[in-house]
């Protein structure tokens, strides 16, 4: 099987570990992965903040980069460690075509958009769903608490997908977080925008995870978890944010930093 990596503006920016740590995951499974070069911005934060028209290029571009190999064949999916930008795709692209057909500008960019819909998956239902794998050979001796970011919980429903691999992990405990279900503040352009509301809710979201003794928040999205973690840093709680791909790269062999 072959996949295209979709790293995300966040990943690509601030934490590329993690795409080295898809890479890795994904190569250990047999998994062949390209990086299309041409990759951009999904449009994401563009769309969330009112401007629609001007992230239609930016989806746009997004199928011209992807689609062409998934016609091929030469890519089976397009894989990102992003629930948040997986939702962008999968639950509002077809939006965004609905929206522009209602507009009286006819069905082009639904049906520019269409072919990377489906074929779009965030890693643990790529992992799960398409691969058929909960146990992925990864050893991390730690103790682990798991935020179910937004995205991933409401729009994609990856439900209990996470906790499964997570679970797997040789060594790992993995403690439940009390009221993972609330979101940590972040949203986006919302934690500027609303940034004392942002602020007071990134902190119950640590505290409630300090309340577990675990020595690790992970989650599926290292925008939450770069906002869970500043307010970490903030009030001084002895935890590490880590992107659940990093946590299922780690091997005996090579023992996580």
Do not use: W
């Not at 990086?35 to 903040?49: D, E, K, L, V």
Request: with cysteine; net charge negative.
């Amino acid at each position: 099987m072959r996949v295209a990596l979709f790293l995300t503006c966040v990943n690509d920016t601030l934490y590329p570990d993690t795409g080295r740590a898809v890479v890795k995951l994904l190569t250990r499974l047999g998994v062949e992965v390209d990086f299309p070069a041409a990759q951009t911005c999904c449009g994401q934060p563009h769309y969330n903040t009112g401007y629609r028209h001007e992230a239609e290029p930016l989806a746009r571009h997004y199928s011209d980069v992807f689609g062409p190999g998934l016609a091929s064949g030469a890519y089976d999916a397009i894989v990102t460690p992003s629930g948040s930008c997986a939702a962008m795709v999968r639950e509002l692209y077809p939006r965004m075509g609905e929206r522009a057909r209602a507009e009286g500008r006819g069905d082009r960019l639904a049906t520019t958009l269409a072919p990377v819909v489906p074929k779009t998956y965030e890693l643990t239902e790529f992992l799960v769903d398409v691969l058929g794998v909960t146990d992925v050979g990864a050893c991390y001796p730690h103790t682990v608490t798991y935020h179910p970011t937004c995205h991933g919980l409401r729009s994609l429903g990856l439900g209990d997908r996470p906790g499964r691999l997570l679970r797997a992990v040789k060594g790992l405990e993995l403690v439940e977080l009390p009221g993972a279900q609330e979101c940590c503040g972040f949203g986006g352009t919302f934690a500027v925008k609303n940034s004392d509301v942002s602020a007071a809710m990134g902190a119950d979201k640590v505290r409630n995870a300090a309340a577990t003794g675990a020595e690790v928040l992970c989650a599926a999205d290292n925008s939450c978890l770069m906002h869970i973690g500043g307010t970490m840093t903030r009030l001084q709680v002895g935890m590490r944010p880590v992107h659940i791909a990093e946590i299922l790269a780690s091997t005996e062999e090579e023992p996580p930093a």
